[in-house]
């Protein structure tokens, strides 16, 4: 026999209304309805406001279900009547048991893999967890990983590398208001960007506070590609929906989170325009031609590529981006092609230290819940900005200007072989008596091997009044001699970058 | 990659070349469906025409938390204003492009970043209902439902295509993950 379903029943009739719970997170009952009813609210966005019901974290499509039916009854009005409230998702209500679940080994904690993973395992790589599982560093038999990552580093620096760039966050942003959408999330100029150009750039949040940067790309008029941090791009890309769904919903954007679309490759290093060179393609890849900062789409032996001229590295970089069933062969192929230029891949670690060398932040390692783009020194290009971003007026208050804030600098070990301790706090005093006062912290540390010493990146009080400073870190009851630098150890002028 | 075999994978390839279905007895089968065209669809202002637009140039819009077909396109409801069109294996997904050229609606390829599994057997609700909140019970989750959720820790899109078949799409970065745990959501059933 076929199941009927029953009638809905919303409420027990003739037991108290103050003990019949509608929404169970914001405790809002029948009576509460039967108020909102007497008050005469009419409309349901209304009688939510009044009760507070659906307000909570299910975003009303649990609780105001229940709510709208009580409120057609006690109205008598059908349901369709009365109408909805504006729901969020998620669309369908999530248990709690769907986020907690099972504990099953392996299969526990999701984790995503890149195209070309097998062949990263292949080659050694020493696979760690991001979220993506991705390479730290390739270490050849006997060799350390700190041997490994100082051989990377200096093979891109001296010849030419290439890294598995597949996570990096890629929010296509689309419309006719697309540029507008841009140029109040970036801090910095999003809308005299040219297509076929990219920028650098910062977001903030509501309080002037860095949450994430990077490159991104005019690929026509009203179509932009955002780049962002490949373990922020989830929030990021939640961020700009929250802002366009809630706060500029007549803005006529779309977003689109494309990150997995792509498989992408970076290929970095003094030659590695001969190693494009070598690939069958429509793209022009002379410096003249396209520059540093410049954006071509094209044939890369025959599969449509999107190539990128930008650099974490400090390097002359290309990051070519096919679609993602060709990862594993557009990787295969740029390692055959790159035999004959002694290729070397490298992986996160090895990555970390050509961005600090170059004084590339990285947002959270480099920054903290406090950074402002006035402390990462970018105080003068965003004078120049006359629009509203978000942040802005946060950046104006006396607070965000004064002097001795935590200044993004460079720090530098007197004594070239001695480790910097990441973590460790500047102060002024060799000799440490504590409590003292703490001048901020070293953010980032390694071991340079293109400039033979330790060096690092900190926040520091005043830190930009202070370049050429000696300075003492201290960390688990010992210091180090360091000096205050720019954050740029490498490459000031930017040439290798630029070649 | 022209001069050298051009290899074209899917998510779970190659780890998985070996075994590119997984059966567990005769209660249930897990394949992933290959290379579907996939256009992500998103309206921005909606109203009245824009709607017979896409009706005359798409055939009827499915209803929220459903998916219809019509000449080989498969038309599922995203969220409100936002839909996603798939075309079988093959498809020409420029051909849909070029079909909605002139509405001001936009359009994203995700082919690439998409892996769809079509998942077969009584036991396949059972599974997935371990790890996810919506209620799967037959006579709840009908065929022709199609709804985003959170399965296993994923934003999943659900679809109930026949009776006993079932098709997930997920990112494809969490093809091999996804495969994993239902392997074991099924070695769970064997153990019984």
């Given at each position: 026999m076929r199941q009927q379903p029953g009638d809905a029943y919303w409420y027990t009739r003739g037991a108290p209304t103050d003990k019949q719970w509608l929404d169970f997170q914001y405790d809002v009952k029948v009576s509460d309805i039967e108020l909102a009813n007497r008050e005469n609210f009419v409309s349901i966005e209304h009688v939510k406001r009044f009760t507070t019901n659906g307000m909570s974290v299910d975003q009303g499509k649990t609780s105001n279900v229940n709510a709208l039916a009580v409120m057609a009854e006690l109205s008598g009005r059908r349901i369709p009547e009365v109408g909805t409230t504006k729901f969020r998702p998620p669309y369908h209500p999530v248990t709690l048991g769907t986020i907690a679940g099972q504990r099953r080994g392996e299969a526990y904690l999701p984790r995503q893999i890149l195209p070309a993973h097998d062949w990263h395992i292949d080659q050694g790589g020493v696979m760690q967890d991001y979220g993506w599982m991705r390479p730290d560093c390739y270490p050849q038999v006997g060799e350390s990983e700190q041997a490994a990552i100082d051989r990377e580093v200096m093979a891109v620096r001296n010849g030419v590398g290439m890294f598995d760039a597949t996570p990096l966050g890629k929010i296509e942003v689309?419309?006719?208001?697309?540029?507008?959408?841009?140029?109040?999330?970036?801090?910095?100029?999003?809308?005299?960007?040219?297509?076929g150009f990219a920028r650098y750039g910062l977001m903030c949040n509501e309080n002037g506070v860095v949450i994430d940067d990077g490159v991104f790309v005019r690929l026509t008029e009203d179509h932009f590609l955002c780049h962002c941090t490949?373990?922020?791009?989830?929030?990021?890309?939640?961020?700009?929906?929250?802002?366009?769904?809630?706060?500029?919903?007549?803005?006529?954007?779309?977003?689109?989170?494309q990150t997995s679309q792509w498989a992408s490759a970076t290929v970095s290093g003094p030659r590695a325009r001969e190693l494009m060179r070598l690939f069958e393609s429509d793209i022009d890849f002379s410096c003249k031609a396209f520059s540093h900062m410049q954006f071509r789409s094209g044939q890369i032996d025959g599969v449509a590529a999107r190539v990128l001229r930008a650099s974490f590295t400090g390097e002359l970089t290309y990051e070519i981006s096919v679609p993602a069933r060709y990862g594993l062969s557009l990787w295969k192929r740029i390692d055959a092609l790159g035999q004959a230029l002694n290729i070397?891949?490298?992986?996160?670690?090895?990555?970390?230290?050509?961005?600090?060398?170059?004084?590339?932040?990285?947002?959270?390692?480099?920054?903290?819940?406090?950074?402002?783009?006035?402390?990462?020194?970018?105080?003068?290009?965003?004078?120049?900005?006359?629009?509203?971003?978000?942040?802005?007026?946060?950046?104006?208050?006396?607070?965000?200007?004064?002097?001795?804030?935590?200044?993004?600098?460079?720090?530098?070990?007197?004594?070239?072989?001695?480790?910097?301790?990441?973590?460790?706090?500047?102060?002024?005093?060799?000799?440490?008596?504590?409590?003292?006062?703490?001048?901020?912290?070293?953010?980032?540390?390694?071991?340079?091997?293109t400039l033979k010493r330790w060096i690092g990146l900190g926040l520091v009080s005043c830190g930009r009044e202070r370049m050429n400073e000696s300075v003492s870190i201290f960390a688990n009851g010992k210091t180090v001699a360091a000096k205050v630098v720019s954050p740029t150890h490498l490459d000031v002028k930017g040439e290798r970058l630029n070649a | 990659m022209r001069n050298v075999e051009k290899e074209i994978l899917t998510p779970i390839q190659p780890r998985l070349r070996a075994r590119p279905v997984l059966e567990v007895r005769a209660e249930?089968?897990?394949?992933?469906?290959?290379?579907?065209?996939?256009?992500?669809?998103?309206?921005?202002?909606?109203d009245n025409v824009i709607q017979a637009q896409l009706c005359e140039h798409l055939g009827?819009?499915?209803?929220?938390?459903?998916?219809?077909?019509?000449?080989?396109?498969?038309?599922?409801?995203?969220?409100?204003?936002?839909?996603?069109?798939?075309?079988?294996?093959?498809?020409?997904?420029?051909?849909?492009?070029?079909?909605?050229?002139?509405?001001?609606?936009?359009?994203?390829?995700?082919?690439?970043?998409?892996?769809?599994?079509?998942?077969?057997?009584?036991?396949?609700?059972?599974?997935?209902?371990?790890?996810?909140?919506?209620?799967?019970?037959?006579?709840?989750?009908?065929?022709?439902?199609?709804?985003?959720?959170?399965?296993?820790?994923?934003?999943?899109?659900?679809?109930?295509?026949?009776?006993?078949v079932y098709e997930v799409s997920m990112d494809r970065s969490y093809g091999q993950y996804f495969w994993e745990w239902f392997e074991q959501g099924f070695s769970c059933f064997e153990m019984s």
């Open positions: 689309k419309g006719a208001d697309a540029a507008i959408f841009l140029q109040r999330i970036y801090a910095n100029n999003a809308r005299s960007l040219k297509p490949s373990g922020n791009t989830a929030r990021v890309y939640q961020w700009l929906e929250e802002w366009l769904q809630c706060e500029w919903p007549s803005l006529r954007v779309a977003l689109s989170n070397v891949p490298y992986g996160v670690e090895s990555l970390m230290v050509l961005r600090t060398e170059k004084g590339y932040l990285h947002i959270g390692v480099d920054t903290d819940g406090t950074t402002t783009p006035l402390d990462l020194g970018w105080g003068a290009p965003l004078s120049k900005k006359t629009d509203d971003f978000i942040g802005a007026r946060s950046l104006l208050r006396s607070h965000d200007q004064r002097n001795d804030r935590l200044h993004f600098v460079g720090l530098q070990a007197i004594d070239s072989g001695q480790s910097l301790p990441l973590g460790g706090h500047i102060v002024s005093q060799v000799n440490v008596e504590l409590p003292m006062e703490s001048q901020g912290y070293c953010t980032s540390a390694c071991y340079s091997p | 249930g089968r897990l394949v992933e469906r290959k290379f579907l065209g996939i256009l992500r669809l998103q309206v921005i202002e909606w009827t819009l499915p209803e929220a938390s459903a998916f219809v077909e019509h000449h080989g396109l498969r038309i599922h409801w995203i969220s409100p204003k936002e839909y996603l069109v798939i075309l079988e294996e093959g498809g020409d997904e420029q051909c849909v492009i070029d079909l909605l050229a002139d509405l001001p609606v936009l359009i994203s390829v995700i082919s690439d970043s998409r892996i769809t599994f079509s998942l077969k057997g009584e036991v396949v609700p059972k599974i997935l209902a371990q790890r996810c909140g919506l209620d799967l019970h037959p006579s709840v989750f009908v065929v022709g439902c199609s709804t985003v959720t959170r399965v296993a820790g994923l934003s999943v899109m659900v679809v109930r295509v026949d009776s006993l």
